[in-house]
């Protein structure tokens, strides 16, 4: 099973970013698939979750009514679209998922998933 993440970079503060992660050796339509982020020298932190078709959507506080995640099915892809970035949203991002759904309770948290991408830098300058 391989995630592969991309679209990172490095932007200016207000600027837009997206990523992708398209999934490959197992199905995830029917699970859950999440983006988190690391920055240095801090734990890893949730940013975002999506359920399988249908399901529903979940973020961090400090992202809401920035970053959108998605996903297409069809492609075993999600997607986090990123707005508004500012330079505390600065961190390596890791896509993450399982295949099977699971409780709220557990969705931000990282050893929720089984499968986890390398990474994608985002570096956003003030």
């Known amino acids: 099973v391989q995630l592969v993440e991309s679209g990172g970079g490095l932007v200016q503060a207000g600027d837009s970013l997206r990523l992708s992660c398209p999934a490959s050796?197992?199905?995830?339509?029917?699970?859950?698939m999440a983006w988190f982020r690391q920055a240095p020298g801090k734990e890893r932190e949730f940013v975002a979750a999506i359920r399988g078709s249908g399901g529903g959507t979940y973020y961090t506080n400090s992202v809401k009514g920035r970053f959108t995640i998605s996903r297409d099915n069809a492609k075993n892809t999600v997607y986090l679209q990123m707005n508004s970035l500012k330079p505390e949203d600065t961190a390596v991002y890791y896509c993450?998922?399982?295949?099977?759904?699971?409780?709220?309770?557990?969705?931000?948290?990282?050893?929720?998933?089984?499968?986890w991408g390398q990474g994608t830098q985002v570096t956003v300058s003030s």
């Open positions: 993450a998922a399982r295949v099977t759904s699971t409780i709220a309770g557990v969705i931000t948290m990282p050893r929720t998933y089984s499968y």
């Open positions: 050796g197992r199905t995830f339509s029917a699970g859950v």
